[in-house]
């Protein structure tokens, strides 16, 4: 009996191209249904009540919800192409990567950068480079945050090698070059070429536009529309 496996997701949610990447990776087909976060569908509301956002995976009819949580069941369910190590200890440190990268690192960049000016600007540049210099120190020697190959912490990670080139465009300015964080520019450019992820990508003019006017709306340069 077929599989039934459904991704909801939107076209620019670097949360739910991680799902995507994941079920890629270990060649599990899948039908996505894009979302309109503006005017949500009802079964989206149906399959996320609580959070009402993507992604959302549905498997035989069982629904997941949450990024980091997706992965783990994909991971569990499908044990080709392992995304978590076995020994425990390094599985427990895969997943404190990936969470410090949402907890830290994208909360700095999402909430202190993008839509800062000025002296706010700085402080939230400052704080981001602090956490940079964390992951920095943790791929130094190795190809992958998992090791050879694409692992949990990578593709939690993984949005800061397309998205992160976008907002320095937007703001003119560059969080991590080759001088300071070289380790970590390596890995960007080895995780974004990796076929899978490369095929995946938004499109990039669109994702530029989009955050433009997103920037613009929060300080108040425009009205949203």
């Given at each position: ?71 783990e ?14 020994d425990?200890h390094?599985q ?24 800062m ?6 402080e ?24 050879e ?23 003119g ?52 529309k």
């Open positions: 009996m077929a599989e039934e496996v459904k991704v909801f997701r939107t076209w620019s949610s670097p949360f739910a191209l991680r799902v995507i990447w994941a079920l890629k990776l270990k060649g599990v087909e899948f039908d996505t249904i894009y979302e309109d976060l503006s005017n949500k569908s009802p079964l989206l509301l149906q399959y996320n009540p609580i959070h009402k956002k993507v992604p959302v995976l549905v498997h035989n009819g069982k629904v997941i919800c949450e990024s980091l949580v997706i992965l069941y994909i991971d569990e369910t499908w044990k080709q192409n392992p995304l978590l190590p076995e425990p390094q427990a440190n895969a997943r404190f990567w990936a969470k410090f990268g949402d907890d830290k690192v994208l909360q700095s960049i999402a909430w202190g950068v993008v839509p000016e000025g002296k706010e600007l700085e939230g540049v400052l704080a981001t480079l602090e956490s940079l210099k964390y992951l920095e120190e943790e791929i130094r020697g190795k190809k992958f945050f998992g090791g190959t694409i692992g949990l912490a990578d593709i939690a990670l993984g949005w800061l090698a397309y998205y992160l080139d976008i907002f320095e465009e937007i703001l300015l560059k969080l991590i070059d080759q001088e300071k964080f070289p380790s970590l520019a390596a890995w960007k450019q080895e995780f974004a070429n990796a076929p899978i992820i490369h095929e995946n990508w938004p499109d990039r003019d669109k994702l530029v536009n989009k955050f433009v006017a997103m920037r613009e709306a929060k300080l108040g340069k425009e009205t949203p």
